[in-house]
């Protein structure tokens, strides 16, 4: 047995404190990953400090536009905040696209983002992972990895980023607010998640014991008209083969400004950066966005199990770009 120790504190910067003093320190947020991870001893905290007390659970339309959410926000509650529902509707559909009713009522917005893998072998404590156990090895490339990456793999780590709303998030530019023992900083959302490179157990550039307090989303007028397509074995309760967050604005038939970001396919939230440079100036026709979309997809890295997913991204980028076009969405 092992002994795990809880704290709970409604002052930041005694959380902060908590943390950053203990060795094996982490925050509690929902739970909803953290204390699944614990029970399995996939993770192994000796401090949990329960951050459900702090003021954080905000959601603020801010002057010109923008959004402010709080680290400690729920993930229902964001859904359907009438600010996000009205002008950002690619983070409302992805937030009601993952989970279940239950998990989004206790899920914040601030554990979300650092939510971990669903690789089978990061979760089994008898296989070889770098991500879990650094320099053992992943069993993934020769094992089953249908559901894996293809874009930003590394030959240390293949699993992909699970959080949908982090997907819409990226495409919107979003920015990534901490305190930490060492004060405040923010963080561009594309910076926040790292490819797994030579360290796949280093996920975030988080400190320790800093904090998420919020996320800032800036004004993006084209959002109003925005989408998150997610496609999956089933159609509840299960994570993405591939996703995408996808907004454009179109004048006189031509792309005049575009945002696209993956899931389910990269190994963190993909900013699909060169289908946009593709699209924009080009005719707002099915051809242009499969041309994009090809160009993007070019960069894959496929395996056995998961080739399957490179015309499935093509795929859903072309089905949610046509679905922002076809209608008077523009
Ligand atoms: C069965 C199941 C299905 C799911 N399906 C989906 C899905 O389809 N799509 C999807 O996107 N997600 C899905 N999830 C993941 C779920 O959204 C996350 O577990 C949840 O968002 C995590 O939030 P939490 O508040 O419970 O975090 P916790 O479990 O409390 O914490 C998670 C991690 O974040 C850290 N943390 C929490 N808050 C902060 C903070 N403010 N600052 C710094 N670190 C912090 C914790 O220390 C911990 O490491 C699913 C989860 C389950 C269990
Ligand atoms: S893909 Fe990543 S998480 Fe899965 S076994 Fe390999 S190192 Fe671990």
Redesign the pocket.
Known sequence: MRPLSYARTADAGAAIALVAQHPEG???????????LTRQDV?R?GLLVD?NDLP?DGVDDLPGGGLRIG??A??SDVARAAGVVARFPVISQ??L????AQ??N???????????VRCGYFRDVSSPCNKRDPGSGCAAPDGFHRGHAILGVSEKCIATH?????VALVALDAVVH?RGPDGERAIGIDDFFLLPGDTPDREHP?DHG????AIEVPAVPMARHSVYLKV?DRQS????LASVAAAIRVEDGTVVGVRLALGGVGTKPWRARRAEAALFGQPASEDSFAEAARVELAQATPRRQNAFKVELAQRAIVRALNTLTNGDAR
């Open positions: 982490v925050f509690l947020a929902g739970g909803t990953t953290e204390v699944d993770l905290p951050i954080l680290a400690l729920r993930m992805a937030l696209l993952g989970a279940s998990l989004r206790m899920a914040s917005m601030g554990g979300n983002l650092c939510q971990r699970p959080s949908d709303v982090a901490t988080l800093e904090l998420i307090t999956r309760y299960e994570f993405a």
